[in-house]
């Protein structure tokens, strides 16, 4: 069953918090109420519509979350007609029971890595990144911690990232279970360490390949 908030209990806590820190950024203090971030938002929006909340103030706005990008435009030179792209995704790293090939992952940056004119786009679910009160995937099965499972995706990553060869990484509705659950965005930090882009959970992409144009839509999708 899915839980509903009540928007004039959030809109209190929101008017309490603000009393003592101004500057507390949203997703933080969705953290501590416990609801998602989105949530704050609306409750937000309600307290400046009914006057209690001053418009200009947005202290809970920063600092700023980046959401990713939903529109990208990445303009490469090659020395063939042509460009090979090898999206990535729904890895999982860290799931129980042997269920992430990290060889065959391995086997995958290797050709990237390797091959001429050639790059991926990560295409979300990264980490499995299980929580502990998850009515799916359990950290307690885990066969890496998130922290482990984090640091296994950088060590992947970087020797690709070096030779620019990741145009970009989507976020996963795994990727996203940390944000949710304590205010945390892996795969934004994850982007930044590896100085690629963060894109959303969908976004249109105009890839030139000198004087090639290609239109992509890059979206991760959700199991039922």
């Known amino acids: 069953m899915k ?3 009540n928007l004039e209990e959030i809109g209190a806590k929101i008017l309490e918090v603000n009393k003592t820190n101004p500057n507390i950024s949203q997703n933080l203090l969705a953290a501590r109420i416990g609801c998602h971030y989105s949530i704050v938002q609306k409750a937000k929006q309600m307290l400046v519509d009914e006057g209690k909340l001053s ?6 706005d920063t600092p700023h979350v980046d959401e990713g990008k ?12 042509k460009i090979r792209l090898v999206p990535l995704g729904d890895l999982h790293i860290g799931a129980p029971d042997g269920c992430c090939n990290i060889e065959k992952i391995k086997r995958e ?3 990237i890595l390797n091959t001429p004119n050639t790059y991926t786009i990560g295409m979300g679910d990264m980490f499995d990144n299980a929580q502990k009160m ?3 995937p359990n950290v307690f ?3 890496l911690s998130p922290q482990e499972q984090y640091e296994t995706a950088l060590n992947l990553f970087e020797p690709l990232a070096q030779k620019k060869k990741i145009l970009g990484m989507v976020e996963g509705n795994h990727d ?3 944000m949710e659950e304590s205010g945390i965005m892996l795969i934004r930090n994850l982007c930044r360490e590896l100085k690629t882009t963060h894109i959303a959970n969908g976004a249109f992409v105009h890839l030139f390949a000198n004087k090639q144009r290609y239109t992509m839509n890059v979206r991760h999708g959700k199991g039922r």
Not at 55 to 60: A, R
Not at 71 to 77: C, G
């Open 3 to 5: 839980k509903t908030y």
């Open 55 to 60: 418009e200009k103030e947005e202290p809970l």
């Open 70 to 81: 939903t529109l990208l435009e990445i303009k490469l030179k090659t020395d063939e007609d």
């Open 109 to 111: 940056i290797d050709y």
């Open 134 to 136: 998850a009515k799916g």
């Open 141 to 143: 099965r885990s066969d």
């Open 176 to 178: 996203r279970w940390t």
